[in-house]
Protein backbone atom coordinates (compact mmCIF):
# COMPACT_ATOMS: atom_id res chain seq x y z
CA UNK A 1 0.00 0.00 0.00
CA UNK A 2 2.84 2.40 0.85
CA UNK A 3 4.38 1.77 -2.51
CA UNK A 4 1.34 2.68 -4.15
CA UNK A 5 0.97 5.72 -2.21
CA UNK A 6 4.11 7.08 -3.32
CA UNK A 7 3.25 6.20 -7.13
CA UNK A 8 0.38 8.10 -6.65
CA UNK A 9 2.65 11.17 -4.97
CA UNK A 10 5.02 10.98 -7.70
CA UNK A 11 2.25 11.45 -10.34
CA UNK A 12 0.65 13.78 -8.90
CA UNK A 13 3.69 15.86 -8.19
CA UNK A 14 4.95 15.13 -12.34
CA UNK A 15 1.12 16.89 -13.00
CA UNK A 16 1.74 19.65 -10.51
CA UNK A 17 5.14 19.94 -12.03
CA UNK A 18 4.43 20.48 -15.71
CA UNK A 19 1.88 23.39 -15.08
CA UNK A 20 4.41 24.92 -13.32
CA UNK A 21 6.93 24.87 -15.38
CA UNK A 22 4.45 25.32 -18.58
CA UNK A 23 3.28 28.42 -16.92
CA UNK A 24 7.08 29.70 -15.50
CA UNK A 25 7.75 29.58 -19.38
CA UNK A 26 4.68 31.38 -20.46
CA UNK A 27 6.22 34.19 -18.63
CA UNK A 28 9.56 33.96 -19.42
CA UNK A 29 10.89 33.18 -15.80
CA UNK A 30 13.66 30.36 -17.39
CA UNK A 31 16.04 30.62 -14.73
CA UNK A 32 13.21 29.23 -12.29
CA UNK A 33 11.87 27.06 -14.89
CA UNK A 34 15.38 25.46 -15.12
CA UNK A 35 15.90 25.07 -11.57
CA UNK A 36 12.38 23.41 -11.44
CA UNK A 37 13.62 20.65 -14.55
CA UNK A 38 16.59 20.30 -12.89
CA UNK A 39 14.92 19.66 -9.18
CA UNK A 40 12.58 16.84 -10.72
CA UNK A 41 15.18 15.36 -12.38
CA UNK A 42 17.14 15.09 -9.25
CA UNK A 43 14.27 13.07 -7.97
CA UNK A 44 13.25 10.94 -10.56
CA UNK A 45 16.27 10.74 -13.06
CA UNK A 46 14.94 8.06 -14.99
CA UNK A 47 11.32 9.88 -16.02
CA UNK A 48 11.53 11.05 -19.87
CA UNK A 49 8.88 14.45 -18.62
CA UNK A 50 11.29 16.01 -16.50
CA UNK A 51 14.16 16.11 -19.42
CA UNK A 52 12.12 17.00 -21.96
CA UNK A 53 10.58 19.92 -20.05
CA UNK A 54 14.52 20.97 -19.10
CA UNK A 55 14.89 20.75 -22.99
CA UNK A 56 12.28 22.88 -23.54
CA UNK A 57 13.34 25.49 -21.34
CA UNK A 58 16.66 25.32 -22.47
CA UNK A 59 15.48 25.94 -26.13
CA UNK A 60 13.69 28.75 -24.86
CA UNK A 61 16.75 30.45 -23.50
CA UNK A 62 18.67 29.42 -26.72
CA UNK A 63 20.77 26.87 -25.02
CA UNK A 64 20.47 25.13 -28.23
CA UNK A 65 23.25 22.31 -27.51
CA UNK A 66 22.43 21.64 -23.92
CA UNK A 67 18.97 21.31 -25.34
CA UNK A 68 19.23 19.05 -27.97
CA UNK A 69 21.24 16.77 -25.08
CA UNK A 70 18.20 16.77 -22.64
CA UNK A 71 15.73 15.50 -25.64
CA UNK A 72 17.94 12.85 -26.42
CA UNK A 73 17.89 11.74 -22.37
CA UNK A 74 14.27 12.20 -22.99
CA UNK A 75 14.04 10.14 -26.08
CA UNK A 76 16.10 7.09 -24.80
CA UNK A 77 13.57 7.30 -21.77
CA UNK A 78 10.20 6.90 -23.67
CA UNK A 79 8.74 3.19 -24.00
CA UNK A 80 6.43 4.08 -26.47
CA UNK A 81 6.77 4.75 -29.77
CA UNK A 82 5.76 7.97 -30.50
CA UNK A 83 7.25 10.88 -29.14
CA UNK A 84 6.83 14.55 -29.72
CA UNK A 85 10.35 14.63 -28.51
CA UNK A 86 11.59 13.42 -31.39
CA UNK A 87 9.89 15.61 -33.45
CA UNK A 88 10.81 18.91 -30.82
CA UNK A 89 14.56 17.35 -31.33
CA UNK A 90 14.34 17.42 -35.24
CA UNK A 91 13.08 21.11 -35.44
CA UNK A 92 15.59 22.02 -32.76
CA UNK A 93 18.45 20.89 -34.79
CA UNK A 94 17.05 22.28 -37.58
CA UNK A 95 17.57 26.06 -36.33
CA UNK A 96 20.72 24.61 -34.74
CA UNK A 97 22.02 24.09 -38.47
CA UNK A 98 23.17 20.71 -37.58
CA UNK A 99 21.87 19.39 -40.99
CA UNK A 100 23.49 15.89 -40.75
CA UNK A 101 22.08 15.42 -37.70
CA UNK A 102 18.75 16.60 -38.75
CA UNK A 103 18.43 14.31 -41.90
CA UNK A 104 19.84 11.18 -39.44
CA UNK A 105 16.56 11.90 -37.25
CA UNK A 106 14.12 12.39 -40.33
CA UNK A 107 14.72 9.27 -41.90
CA UNK A 108 14.30 7.88 -38.31
CA UNK A 109 11.03 9.69 -38.00
CA UNK A 110 10.19 8.24 -41.50
CA UNK A 111 11.54 4.28 -40.29
CA UNK A 112 8.73 1.75 -40.17
CA UNK A 113 11.31 -0.05 -38.46
CA UNK A 114 12.50 1.96 -36.11
CA UNK A 115 8.96 2.75 -34.43
CA UNK A 116 5.33 1.93 -34.77
CA UNK A 117 3.08 4.79 -35.30
CA UNK A 118 -0.74 4.72 -37.29
CA UNK A 119 -3.06 7.63 -38.16
CA UNK A 120 -2.63 11.32 -37.25
CA UNK A 121 1.02 10.18 -35.45
CA UNK A 122 2.24 9.09 -38.57
CA UNK A 123 1.30 11.89 -41.03
CA UNK A 124 2.56 13.74 -38.12
CA UNK A 125 5.93 12.29 -38.03
CA UNK A 126 6.08 12.02 -41.82
CA UNK A 127 5.13 16.20 -42.47
CA UNK A 128 7.92 16.83 -39.58
CA UNK A 129 10.50 14.81 -41.51
CA UNK A 130 9.81 15.97 -45.17
CA UNK A 131 9.18 19.61 -44.09
CA UNK A 132 12.52 19.43 -42.32
CA UNK A 133 14.16 17.65 -45.17
CA UNK A 134 13.23 20.06 -48.00
CA UNK A 135 14.68 23.08 -45.53
CA UNK A 136 17.90 20.89 -44.97
CA UNK A 137 18.44 20.54 -48.71
CA UNK A 138 17.58 23.89 -49.56
CA UNK A 139 20.07 25.34 -47.43
CA UNK A 140 22.83 22.60 -48.69
CA UNK A 141 21.93 23.60 -52.54
CA UNK A 142 20.58 20.25 -53.24
CA UNK A 143 17.40 21.36 -54.99
CA UNK A 144 16.63 17.94 -56.39
CA UNK A 145 16.68 16.56 -53.15
CA UNK A 146 14.21 19.44 -51.27
CA UNK A 147 11.89 19.31 -54.11
CA UNK A 148 11.20 15.54 -53.63
CA UNK A 149 10.91 16.05 -50.21
CA UNK A 150 8.03 19.00 -51.46
CA UNK A 151 6.60 16.39 -53.83
CA UNK A 152 5.70 14.03 -50.67
CA UNK A 153 4.60 17.30 -48.66
CA UNK A 154 2.18 17.70 -51.32
CA UNK A 155 -0.24 14.70 -49.83
CA UNK A 156 -0.35 16.58 -46.53
CA UNK A 157 -1.09 20.28 -48.17
CA UNK A 158 -4.86 21.75 -49.35
CA UNK A 159 -5.93 24.60 -51.07
CA UNK A 160 -3.76 27.94 -50.44
CA UNK A 161 -0.64 25.58 -48.71
CA UNK A 162 -0.79 23.12 -51.81
CA UNK A 163 -0.47 25.86 -54.18
CA UNK A 164 2.53 27.62 -52.10
CA UNK A 165 4.34 24.08 -52.65
CA UNK A 166 3.88 24.17 -56.17
CA UNK A 167 5.15 26.86 -56.61
CA UNK A 168 7.91 26.53 -54.72
CA UNK A 169 8.14 23.14 -56.89
CA UNK A 170 7.61 25.47 -60.04
CA UNK A 171 10.91 28.25 -58.79
CA UNK A 172 13.11 25.12 -58.09
CA UNK A 173 12.47 23.70 -61.35
CA UNK A 174 12.81 27.00 -62.87
CA UNK A 175 16.42 27.41 -61.30
CA UNK A 176 17.56 24.32 -61.82
CA UNK A 177 17.10 25.35 -65.56
CA UNK A 178 18.99 28.24 -65.52
CA UNK A 179 21.51 26.89 -63.86
CA UNK A 180 21.97 23.29 -66.23
CA UNK A 181 20.72 20.68 -62.87
CA UNK A 182 18.86 17.85 -63.45
Known sequence: MRLFAYALYDKAWGI??????????????????????????????????????????????????????????????????????????V?????????????????????PQFHRVSGVFKALHEYTAYDSMYRVYSGLGDYQKAKEALVQLLRFQKGRARTQIIKKIQEIERFQENQGQP
Open 16 to 89: VFIGRVGFLLLRGQYKAAESLCRKGIHKLPRDPVYHEWLAKTLWKENRLDEAIQEYRVAIGLRRHAFSADRIDL
Open 91 to 111: RLLLQAKRYEETLVECKRLLD
